[in-house]
């Protein structure tokens, strides 16, 4: 970059720096078209970079030409709804699971950026999907819980986002593949919650193997559910009933 340009450019980052409200509006006003996107990313990033100064960058037809910059906009709480939505079509997936995550999003965008992810899946390839499912937000996971590949269902059970309503949900009314099912069962921070124990015990995709294996661990009042329960299958009502015979009368313990 000539000296002269790069001069001007360090210029115009320490007048956006020091401006206040008012002067923030007048020197994207009257120096936008001039702005590098680095500083039309700073201004997007300043404390008073509010819906006045975001309706000039959007003006911008060579602004808007950058990713960077239209997600910036999707991201601030302060861009108009419309505008905002509109930047998220043409994001690349990272983008919008950086939008989808951001709580000072408004929800709506945040919304609509996971259905944009939603969309994409089946565009992506296995080690982007592996890297989403272990970052995606709440909306996106029941999606990629049924993903085919027990390795993408593998990096959702590490996602932090996942909640066990989410599991026990997939479990009874997601249609589980058999492989899916053998994964989470190898995951001991999931097998200790009762709810999806007890889910994977009553599912009728899971092999009978791997529900019996999981009785055992059942307290008794699920072990009684099994067996009160007319669409359980009958060596896991029979097997239910033995271990609650061969337990203690007093026992109410239960694993957490």
């Known amino acids: ?10 210029a115009f980052a320490s007048m956006i720096s020091a401006a206040g409200r008012s002067e923030l509006y007048r020197l994207v006003e009257e120096n936008l078209a001039r702005f590098s996107d680095r500083e039309v990313l700073q201004v997007l990033r300043h404390p008073f970079c509010g819906e006045p100064v975001i309706e000039e960058i959007l003006a911008s ?10 997600k910036a906009i999707a991201l601030h709480p302060a861009a108009p709804r419309a505008q905002a939505l509109r930047c998220l079509e043409d994001l690349a997936w990272r983008d919008l699971l950086d939008i989808s995550r951001e709580a000072r999003t408004p929800m709506p965008v945040r919304l609509r950026a996971s259905q944009w992810l939603i969309d994409k899946l089946p565009r992506l390839t296995l080690g982007e999907k592996t890297a989403l499912a272990r970052l995606a937000d709440r909306p996106v996971i029941p999606v990629l819980l049924r993903d085919p590949d027990p390795r993408v269902f593998a990096a959702v059970l590490v996602n932090p986002r996942l909640v066990e309503e989410d599991l026990v949900a997939w479990v009874t009314t997601g249609r589980p593949l058999p492989a899916s099912l053998g994964v989470l069962s190898s995951s001991e921070k999931w097998m200790m919650r009762s709810a999806v ?9 899971a092999p009978r193997s791997l529900a019996l294996s999981l009785l055992s661990r059942c307290s008794a009042g699920d072990l009684q559910r099994v067996v009160e329960n007319p669409a359980s299958d009958r060596l896991l009502v029979a097997c239910a009933e033995r271990l609650i015979s061969e ?5 109410h313990s239960e694993i957490f």
Do not use: F, G, H, N
């Not at 037809?61 to 239209?70: D, E, G, M, Q």
């Open 197 to 205: 124990r007890l889910a994977m015990v009553e599912c009728r995709a």
């Open 1 to 10: 970059m000539p000296a002269q340009s790069s001069e001007k450019t360090s």
């Open 61 to 70: 037809r060579r602004a808007l030409s950058t990713a960077s910059v239209r």
């Open 247 to 251: 337990r203690p009368i007093d026992e």
